[in-house]
Nanobody
Framework: QVQLVESGGGLVQAGGSLRLSCAAS????????MGWYRQAPGKQRELVAM???????NYADSVKGRFTISRDNAKNTVYLQMNSLKPEDTAVYYC?????????????WGQGTQVTVSS
């Protein structure tokens, strides 16, 4: 089992910044894709930013130019730097990773971290 642990959420005023972290742990695994989704109350979970399995980076249109995804492969960790936050960015942010463990595909979700942006 590959576990994902997120950190860095919180309460911030509009225009502020937050940085989320997600660390993957386990044994004998490799990650193909890893990134962030979010789910606001009453809405479906949506992609925020992702390193894909083919070496590209995808961002939701709503966060382009404000959010930046980065990673530390040695630590199996991805980060999400969120700048110029807006109240509509308020959501639970979930880390997601897909890859292979012991030769079998896996997909894992973190427990989620709350981001609240006040106006």
């Amino acid at each position: 089992q590959v576990q994902l642990v997120e950190s860095g959420g919180g309460l911030v005023q509009a225009g502020g910044s937050l940085r989320l972290s997600c660390a993957a742990s386990g044994s004998m695994f490799s990650i193909n894709a890893m990134g962030w989704y979010r789910q606001a109350p009453g809405k479906q979970r949506e992609l925020v930013a992702m390193f894909t399995g083919v070496g590209t980076t995808n961002y939701a249109d709503s966060v382009k130019g404000r959010f930046t995804i980065s990673r530390d492969n040695a630590k199996n960790t991805v980060y999400l730097q969120m700048n110029s936050l807006k109240p509509e960015d308020t959501a639970v942010y979930y880390c997601n990773a897909e890859g292979y463990r012991r030769g079998s595909p896996f997909g894992s979700w973190g427990q989620g971290t709350q981001v609240t942006v006040s106006s």
